[in-house]
């Protein structure tokens, strides 16, 4: 599946991912956002919040 996500993205076409492997979508993603209840706690690019400390411990099991 992600590899027909990522050749879509090349082709340019927009998308909108919800997807529990996050360290995967985060690779793929321009933009990305984190939610906790509903809500939108964290944004930024794919690359940012795969780099953030609390992101990295919380969702993508890095300690």
Do not use: C, H, K, P
Request: charged fraction near 25%; proline fraction near 0%; hydrophobic fraction near 45%.
């Amino acid at each position: 599946m992600f590899e027909t996500l990522g050749e879509l993205r090349r082709q340019g076409v927009t998308m909108l991912l919800v997807e529990q492997n996050a360290l995967r979508a985060l690779r793929l993603a321009d933009r990305a956002y984190v939610m906790e209840l509903g809500r939108i706690v964290m944004r930024g690019t794919g690359t940012e919040l795969a780099r953030d400390e609390s992101v990295a411990r919380t969702y993508l099991g890095v300690t």
